[in-house]
């Protein structure tokens, strides 16, 4: 089994900065590519950033050039900053994690819990 814990988020002026992490653990053998989703009240999760395991990394046009994501293979944690943060950032934000466990050779979608970003004044 593998976990994904999430950290990071909170309350932020606009404008402003966060930091978030997604950290695996459990049965790894491999993490293929990592996700970054949000979802805000009343609207359907949506893909903000992904990155593969060759840390090539893909963005939604709407947070491109002030979100970015990475990741630390040997820490088996994917690493998320946001910047310029606007009142329409406000979502719980999920990762997302394609893995290889260590007993199966078939790859499994794993979820964090989220964390909450509230950007407000």
């Known amino acids: 089994q593998v976990q994904l814990v999430e950290s990071g988020g909170g309350l932020v002026q606009p404008g402003g900065s966060l930091r978030l992490s997604c950290a695996a653990s459990g049965s790894i053998y491999r993490i293929h590519s990592m996700g970054w989703y949000r979802q805000a009240p009343g609207k359907q999760r949506e893909l903000v950033a992904g990155?593969?395991?060759?840390?090539?990394?893909d963005y939604a046009d709407s947070v491109q050039g002030r979100f970015s994501i990475s990741r630390d293979d040997a820490k088996n944690t994917e690493y998320r900053k946001m910047t310029s943060l606007k009142p329409e950032n406000a979502a719980v934000y999920y990762c997302k994690a394609i893995v290889v466990g260590s007993s199966s050779p078939y790859s499994t979608s794993y979820w964090g819990q989220g964390t909450q970003v509230t950007v407000s004044s």
């Open positions: 990155v593969a395991r060759d840390c090539i990394t």
